[in-house]
């Protein structure tokens, strides 16, 4: 079982900066693949990135990539979503994820444990 929790949203203007934390506990958080997702109002849950246990090259949404940043510490047991030049296309509950596998995918139900989830709010 691992938890995670999300942290570090909040509003922000049009083009400006946030960085989200995701504090894992529970089992060894090193061996758990992670990803970030987002979800709209009245939208289904988008990938945005994620990073394999195995530090891997990121894998990013077309949407975000060059604007947005994933990284992990292992010896902190968290990750971590740098989030540049934000749009108000960008305004959703940004959630973490972590699944025990070394892929990385983009489809929410493969995910197996999930934060509650921080409020981004960009505005224009």
């Known amino acids: 079982q691992v938890q995670l929790e999300e942290s570090g949203g909040g509003l922000v203007q049009v083009g400006g900066s946030l960085r989200l934390s995701c504090a894992a506990s529970?089992?060894?958080?090193?061996?758990?693949?992670m990803g970030w997702f987002r979800q709209a109002p009245g939208k289904e849950r988008e990938f945005v990135g994620g990073?394999?246990?195995?530090?891997?090259?990121?894998y990013y949404a077309d949407s975000v990539k060059g604007r947005f940043t994933i990284s992990r510490d292992n010896a902190k047991t968290t990750g971590y979503l740098q989030m540049n030049s934000l749009k108000p296309e960008d305004t959703a509950v940004y959630y973490c994820?972590?699944?025990?596998?070394?892929?990385?995918?983009?489809?929410?139900?493969?995910?197996?444990?999930w934060g509650q989830g921080t409020q981004v709010t960009v505005s224009s």
């Open positions: 529970g089992r060894t958080f090193s061996s758990y693949t």
């Open positions: 994820a972590a699944r025990a596998t070394v892929v990385v995918t983009t489809t929410p139900g493969l995910w197996e444990y």
């Open positions: 990073i394999s246990w195995r530090g891997f090259t990121p």
